[in-house]
């Protein structure tokens, strides 16, 4: 029969495990509702303690950036998104974010030009062979010109654009959309063999914005 000190050991361990999970849960979940409110100095420091508490998944690392980045904290919002691809952030992921429309107020400062070399240079040197480099330039810069009218809509208007610009974002998807359309009557489906990761992942996002065109869409997902 156990005696009661091990037994009361094992109560207090498992209070103070409860409780401390409880308070990881309860700051998780306001940093989480001020980064959705746009919240950004609460939600980073409420991030920046979850992380010294160890609490340092990539899906809150990239918050955390993504937080500092709006409040201009550029050298801290870097910082987490190394630490983020030091924790397996994906090389698709890491390519969207460097056109990633969050990190806008930033992208004139010298952390993230020098994050944004690093990170094209990585990137390029993992699609060294890759069977159609000019396709994936080609997708890379579609996908440039769909967030840098998506960074305006959401960044400059806070997503209620004027009917001009929204009429000019809608061609930029029209456009894109048609030249997937040939692209893949070219090459097939652009996967991460054929254009790198990042080079497929521009592809699904231009497909991802062609509502107006269900049939592209459809045989994109037929085709991955």
């Known amino acids: 029969m156990m005696s009661s000190k091990p037994i009361s050991l094992i109560l207090l361990f498992l209070f103070f495990f409860t409780h ?11 940093a989480d509702s001020l980064y959705h409110t746009q919240s950004y100095p609460a939600s980073a420091t409420a991030y920046a303690a979850l992380i010294n508490n160890g609490q340092s998944d990539v899906g809150i690392l990239y918050k955390a950036a993504v ?7 550029a050298k801290q919002a870097v910082n987490y998104l190394e630490q983020a691809i030091a924790k397996g952030y994906d090389d698709a992921y890491l390519s969207e974010t460097r056109f990633d429309f969050n990190f806008y107020p930033i992208q004139h400062t010298s952390p993230w030009k020098k994050f ?9 040197e993992q699609a060294a062979s890759i069977k159609h480099p000019r396709y994936r330039a080609e997708l890379l810069d579609l996908w440039r010109t769909d967030q840098l009218y998506r960074r305006m809509i959401f960044g400059r208007f806070g997503g209620r654009p004027s009917n001009e610009l929204a009429a000019a ?21 652009p ?6 990761r990042d080079g497929a992942h521009a592809a699904w ?3 991802q914005h062609a509502v107006f065109n269900p049939i592209l869409m459809r045989k994109s997902l037929e085709l991955m």
Request: proline share 0%.
């Open 67 to 73: 937080a500092n980045a709006q409040i201009q904290q």
């Open 20 to 30: 401390i999970s409880s308070q990881v849960t309860h700051t998780l979940q306001t």
């Open 169 to 189: 974002t809608e061609a930029v998807d029209r456009f894109n959309a048609k030249r997937m359309e040939q692209i893949i009557e070219e090459i097939g489906w």
């Open 205 to 207: 996002y231009i497909v």
């Open 191 to 196: 996967d991460a063999a054929k254009v790198g």
């Open 116 to 124: 944004y070399s690093k990170a094209t240079s990585y990137l390029d």
